[in-house]
């Protein structure tokens, strides 16, 4: 719900502040819409996420990345536009123990420094995206979701280990 609110405001600020730096270059085309919100899997962008962590070695993992965005619907419900807001990514981790916060936070550093190649000035959409990390155990899982600036953040501040994971968790809903 918090996700849905954001981009609401989000959507609106784009098109009622237009001399907002964050706006798209591209001008919308013109167009009766009935507008939904979609996504658009990324299987090229996808590929060199999963590519960058796998030569960070990053251990046993699944990846998806997709263009979060705004569809405009023709009167037949066709999509005649596609919009990309922002790239979000998806990460399942494999991992031995739910309970070890230290290399749980440590993997999560460690996948959130390669993803910082993948920037938002690079991917599709003017605005940073979402992260969402699920570490995958026997016991269980653990599932995050913050933003790519938080993730930034939190590099920047140089977290790691149970710290790391603590500053996620609370950025996390």
């Known amino acids: 719900m918090k996700r849905l609110c954001l981009l609401c405001l989000l ?35 996808t590929e060199e996420v999963r590519a960058a962590l796998q030569g960070a070695g990053v251990g ?4 998806s990345v997709q263009a979060y965005s705004n569809n405009c619907l023709d009167g037949e419900g066709r ?13 399942l981790l494999q991992v031995d123990d739910l309970q070890d916060r230290a290399a749980l936070g440590d ?8 993803l910082q190649a993948f ?20 016991e269980g899982n653990r599932r995050l979701e913050f933003s790519v600036r938080r993730a930034t953040e939190l590099i920047e501040e140089g977290l790691r280990g149970a710290e790391m994971l603590q500053a996620l968790e609370e950025s996390s809903d």
């Not at 502040?17 to 658009?40: H, M, Q």
């Not at 993997?107 to 390669?114: I, Y």
């Not at 000035?121 to 155990?137: D, N, S, V, Y």
């Open 11 to 45: 959507l609106f600020l784009s098109f009622a502040a237009p001399g907002c730096s964050w706006r798209s270059p591209t001008p919308l085309p013109e167009a009766d819409c009935n507008w939904s919100w979609g996504g658009k899997p990324l299987p090229d962008l």
């Open 60 to 63: 046993s993992f699944t990846v």
């Open 79 to 91: 999509v005649s536009w596609f919009r990309p807001l922002h790239t979000d990514f998806y990460l």
């Open 107 to 114: 993997q999560a550093r460690q996948v959130l420094t390669v």
């Open 119 to 138: 920037s938002p000035e690079g991917t599709p959409g003017p605005w940073p995206g979402l992260i969402e990390l699920a570490f995958i155990a026997p």
